[in-house]
């Protein structure tokens, strides 16, 4: 477990070859049409099969179909170039989607989400690897030279915090998630602020606001800070719902003074309609929010 400061994530020094052979899914490619092709051919082919992730879907949840194709062929782009990060964090991409809103039982979404993180730090331990005992700014500006790196952190700690989520918040933060989550992000956050609409803030701020206190492991979890952590998401994608209804919760858990701007954020997630390229996804969090007012909390 990685107990350093925020944002400083360890060298993790895993051989390319061990790279190239990080361990997927069976039960996926038993599902799946076989795939061939170059990797830069089979990242195509994936891409046009995420695009077309809500077809079929009934409002917020999606078929499988299109998106385990998807997964199936960034499975297969790593195994033809294990050093591609590109196929990496589209895989862990399509197994997230996979696994939150194809209606999979908790099993499934256990064992899709924990493949999917050895996927996502044998990448990111390839990236690391040469960094070790450089300066944190180093660091960052050699990161930045990878124009895909910060997206296989950020889909790197969104995968630990939905397997997190699966597998139970304590017994995650005793295996290690919470440091991992942080760290992820962080590093986001220092190579784009603004990827995925404020995505390393998001998940950041989501961390912090959620994860349970436990002595030696998450002493350093502000619950306090997440509002403005989330702020900072918000404002780099005021029109993304998933900002708007994290920050809300946050507030109306640990800021009851701005408990008007939550209720203000959960009536505009509430009501506005799924944006064209994240149908299901817009759609799921227009629900939570409807039920969060419902609720009267």
């Given at each position: 477990?990685?107990?350093?400061?925020?944002?400083?994530?360890?060298?993790?020094?895993?051989?390319?070859?061990?790279?190239?052979?990080a361990a997927f899914p069976l039960f996926?490619?038993?599902?799946?049409?076989p795939?061939?092709?170059?990797?830069?051919?089979?990242?195509?082919?994936?891409?046009?099969?995420?695009a077309a992730r809500a077809e079929n879907a009934r409002k917020d949840v999606a078929d499988p179909k299109p998106v385990t194709?998807?997964?199936?062929?960034?499975?297969?782009?790593?195994?033809?170039?294990?050093?591609?990060?590109?196929?990496?964090?589209?895989?862990l991409r399509a197994v997230y989607f996979l696994a939150v809103y194809c209606g999979k039982d908790e099993a499934a979404r256990k064992q899709l989400l924990g493949d999917a993180?050895?996927?996502?730090?044998?990448?990111?331990?390839a990236l690391e690897a040469p960094l070790t005992g450089k300066a944190r700014a180093e660091r960052i500006a050699e990161l930045k030279k990878n124009p895909a790196a910060a997206e296989l952190y950020?889909?790197?700690?969104?995968?630990?915090?939905?397997?997190?989520?699966?597998?139970?918040?304590?017994?995650?933060?005793?295996?290690?998630?919470?440091?991992?989550?942080?760290?992820?992000s962080q590093t986001t956050i220092d190579l784009?602020?603004?990827?995925?609409?404020?995505?390393?803030?998001?998940?950041?701020?989501?961390?912090?606001?959620q994860s349970p206190m436990v002595v030696l492991f998450t002493g350093w979890v502000k619950h306090k800070e997440a509002p403005g952590m989330l702020r900072k998401a918000l404002a780099a994608g005021?029109?993304?719902?998933?900002?708007?209804?994290?920050?809300?919760?946050?507030?109306?858990?640990?800021?009851?003074?701005?408990?008007?701007?939550?209720?203000?954020?959960?009536?505009?997630?509430?009501?506005?309609?799924?944006?064209?390229?994240?149908?299901?996804e817009d759609a799921r969090y227009g629900r939570l929010c409807r039920d969060r007012r419902a609720s009267g909390k």
């Open positions: 477990m990685n107990r350093d400061r925020p944002g400083k994530l360890r060298a993790m020094r895993i051989p390319m070859r061990r790279v190239a052979a996926l490619s038993a599902q799946s049409a795939v061939g092709g170059g990797a830069a051919e089979l990242i195509t082919r994936g891409d046009a099969r995420y194709e998807a997964v199936a062929a960034y499975q297969a782009a790593v195994a033809a170039n294990g050093a591609s990060v590109e196929a990496r964090w589209k895989y993180r050895a996927v996502g730090e044998a990448g990111i331990a950020f889909w790197s700690a969104v995968v630990w915090g939905e397997w997190s989520l699966a597998y139970g918040k304590l017994a995650a933060v005793r295996k290690g998630a919470a440091a991992k989550i942080r760290d992820f784009d602020p603004a990827l995925e609409e404020g995505g390393g803030w998001r998940v950041l701020g989501r961390l912090h606001h005021p029109g993304n719902p998933i900002n708007q209804f994290f920050l809300a919760e946050a507030i109306l858990d640990h800021d009851e003074r701005a408990k008007p701007e939550a209720d203000e954020l959960l009536k505009r997630c509430a009501q506005a309609p799924p944006r064209p390229a994240f149908p299901v």
